[in-house]
């Protein structure tokens, strides 16, 4: 199985701040035919269901505000949020899907400092 | 409107079973890669298997932990898909999420919960 490890397990940022979670893949991910990292990000809210926002890594879902970013390659990965609002305090999770099972990191709950 | 409804969690007894379900509108469950997703109190997220579609014969795979004790089926009449669980422990209780597959889980159910104590 794929081990996804996720830094820093919380993290307190200033409105309007940089956050980044990191996020490392025990082996690739990399997709071959399209050169390109099975790699996607979660943000999960208090009492609700995962909402994706990112998917090969760098790809943003629909309706996903631009602050946010994915970057990275290989077994290593990141999201940003450029600029920290109050509404994007919430759990974090990276997922690998290159390979069954699927994993998930343990998450990264972001709050405001 | 894209939309996932989990139903028929509750309380079981250890040792016993519960099947719980998702269904859709907005979609066509068949044409679709579905996943079942728990996530215990409190903790992270646990893949649990998937579904697959028509165009590859509705392969269903599973995550080892449950393998053998869950099953996934679906009903395209209803639009629905199915998590059969048997054996429960208690390690079991959780949020049963069901989703659909495109790239990532684009698509979410808000979840049932399933608690199995005595």
């Known amino acids: 199985d794929i081990v996804m490890t996720q830094s820093p397990d919380s993290l307190a940022v200033s409105l309007g701040e940089r956050a980044t979670i990191n996020c490392k893949s025990s082996?690739?991910?990399?997709?071959?035919?399209?050169?390109?990292?099975?790699l996607a990000w979660y943000q999960q809210k208090p009492g609700q269901p995962p909402k994706l926002l990112i998917y090969w890594t760098s790809t943003r879902q629909s309706g996903v505000p631009d602050r946010f970013s994915g970057s990275g390659s290989g077994t290593d990965f990141t999201l940003t949020i450029s600029s920290l609002q109050a509404e994007d305090v919430a759990v974090y999770y990276c997922q690998q899907y290159y390979s069954l099972p699927i994993t998930f990191g343990g998450g990264t709950k972001v709050e405001i400092k | 409107e894209v939309q996932l409804v989990e139903s028929g969690g509750g309380l079981v007894q250890p040792g016993g079973s519960l099947r719980i379900s998702c269904a859709a509108s907005g979609i066509t469950v068949s044409d679709h890669y579905m996943d079942w997703v728990r996530q215990a109190p409190g903790k992270g997220l646990e893949w649990l298997g998937r579904?697959?579609?028509?165009?590859?014969?509705?392969?269903?795979e599973y995550a080892a932990s449950v393998k053998g004790r869950f099953t996934i089926s679906r009903d395209d009449s209803q639009n629905s898909l199915y998590l059969q669980m048997n054996s429960l422990k208690s390690e079991d209780t959780a949020v049963y999420y069901c989703?659909?597959?495109?790239?990532?889980?684009?698509?979410w159910g808000k979840g049932t919960t399933v608690t199995v104590s005595s």
């Open positions: 989703a659909r597959r495109s790239v990532g889980m684009d698509v």
């Open positions: 579904t697959e579609n028509k165009v590859t014969s509705y392969t269903t």
């Open positions: 082996q690739s991910v990399l997709y071959s035919s399209n050169s390109k990292s099975s």
